[in-house]
């Protein structure tokens, strides 16, 4: 150690620290205010009823626990991400800013980041994940289902019920997508625990994001070893970033964090996008019905499950310039939490917004965010959640909840621990 360096500051994952204690308690005028924390445990638990109380409250309102602006409503919330230039990504998306704090990992290029560093990288992802790529894999990614499900049934008829996060929601996109990235089969547990802890990083430091902390050295380290490209298979997307590199597109040092970007969005949120799709299938026995008997209502059920149990919850954004929204201004320099669970049932945007309805067409929701960073992914979780509901479909006569489901509280993910089912299979 050298005794005469001077001090750095303090790294490690400290969003929502002194710095916002600091700033919190002074209400803006005129802003209604909301005394609630989003990111308690009774919050996460059950976010529904204050998502409303946000809503009524007004089109922006403050949240004093945080000292920050919050929108809970479809059009706020919709303007907001479609406005780029006034509400930055480069300040973070979660609620540490990155003009005051140093980020706990070196920040996404492509999430953390404004046109035009963001464009060069999302061109790239985009390319790899358009649907042309997509069509590609599809065979693949729909025979690994009919393995996994032909396996669930028969574990169903023997033992009388599933775990369906254990035995399916957490198992097929560790496996597909992974594997299309390149990934090796070894480790891949570590894809759980790492998104686990960035998605609760987007948060303040509670007791989550602590817990979800502790292993974050070798957490990263892991993930970092494996963006390398002699890890990865060629052909697969990882290896198409280095040959994006190869290109000039981007730099040979860019693209390793951008296969971490793959690694960070790709496997939690479509664990839970199934997930919750899974229960609300499991709650509502007259919506499975129908897409029993029409399997291919299995992509409109997806979505619509996106939209009623929407698996990202939440992100931050940060005015660029003294913002007005609504008749509101917002100072430069302000973090913004947008509720893009809260925004899909906004009784101003969708009709009868409680009833999940899976054939209702919800476009237009934000479970995958809007504007330019919009799910550069989404393709491929729709092809995921699509597979695995029809595949269910065409196998599965009913099925309900076993027991009651738990739940894997996280600052951002609206996530499971466990769901017991009960299949009846023909
Ligand atoms: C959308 C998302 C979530 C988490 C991480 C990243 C992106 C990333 O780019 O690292």
């Given at each position: ?148 499900l032909?396996?669930?049934v028969?574990?169903a ?131 499975y019905?129908?897409?029993r ?98 595949g269910i479909a065409k196998r599965v006569k009913s099925l ?21 089912l009960?299949l009846e299979t023909a």
């Amino acid at each position: 150690m050298n005794d005469n360096a001077p001090e750095q500051p303090a790294q490690g994952l400290t969003p929502g620290g002194s710095a916002a204690i600091a700033r919190s308690g002074n209400a803006p005028a005129g802003v209604p205010v909301m005394d609630v924390d989003p990111f308690s445990d009774a919050f996460l638990t059950d976010p529904y009823p204050d998502h409303e109380r946000m809503r009524e409250a007004g089109p922006v309102f403050w949240i004093p626990k945080y000292a920050i602006y919050a929108s809970a409503r479809h059009e706020q919330v919709r303007a907001i991400l479609n406005d780029h230039a006034t509400y930055i990504s480069s300040a973070g998306v979660g609620l540490a800013d990155f003009n005051k704090e140093t980020p706990f990992r070196p920040r996404s290029l492509i999430l953390e980041a404004d046109p035009p560093d963001h464009t060069r990288a999302r061109s790239v992802l985009a390319r790899i994940l358009s649907p042309r790529t997509v069509m590609q894999v599809r065979a693949t990614f729909a025979a690994e289902a009919e393995t996994l499900l032909d396996r669930l049934v028969e574990k169903a008829r023997s033992e009388g019920e599933i775990d369906a996060v254990k035995d399916l929601s957490e198992v097929y996109p560790l496996k597909v997508f992974p594997d299309a990235v390149g990934l090796e089969s070894e480790g891949r547990e570590m894809l759980l625990l790492y998104g686990n802890m960035i998605f609760n990083a987007f948060g303040p430091r509670n007791e989550l994001l602590v817990r979800a902390a502790e292993k974050v050295k070798p957490l990263t380290q892991w993930i970092m070893d494996h963006c390398k490209r002699e890890m990865l298979r060629p052909g697969g997307f990882g290896d198409m970033i280095y040959q994006a590199a190869d290109a000039g597109e981007i730099s040979l040092d860019e693209a390793p964090l951008l296969v971490r970007s793959f690694l960070s969005a790709g496997v939690d949120t479509t664990v839970n996008g199934i997930g919750n799709a899974l229960l609300c299938l499991a709650q509502h026995p007259e919506q499975y019905a129908r897409l029993r008997a029409d399997p291919s209502l299995a992509r409109p059920a997806f979505e619509e499950a996106l939209r009623y149990e929407s698996a990202v919850q939440t992100f931050f954004r940060t005015t660029s310039v003294d913002a007005s929204l609504s008749g509101i201004t917002i100072p430069a320099g302000s973090k913004v939490l947008t509720f893009l669970a809260a925004a899909n049932r906004d009784p101003r945007q969708w009709p009868d917004p409680e009833r999940f309805d899976i054939e209702r067409r919800p476009s237009g929701h934000m479970a995958f965010g809007s504007g330019i960073h919009g799910c550069v992914g989404q393709v491929v979780a729709r092809l995921e959640g699509e597979l695995i509901l029809a595949g269910i479909a065409k196998r599965v006569k009913s099925l309900s909840l076993a027991g009651k489901p738990t739940r894997r509280l996280n600052n951002t993910l609206r996530a499971l621990a466990s769901l017991p089912l009960k299949l009846e299979t023909a």
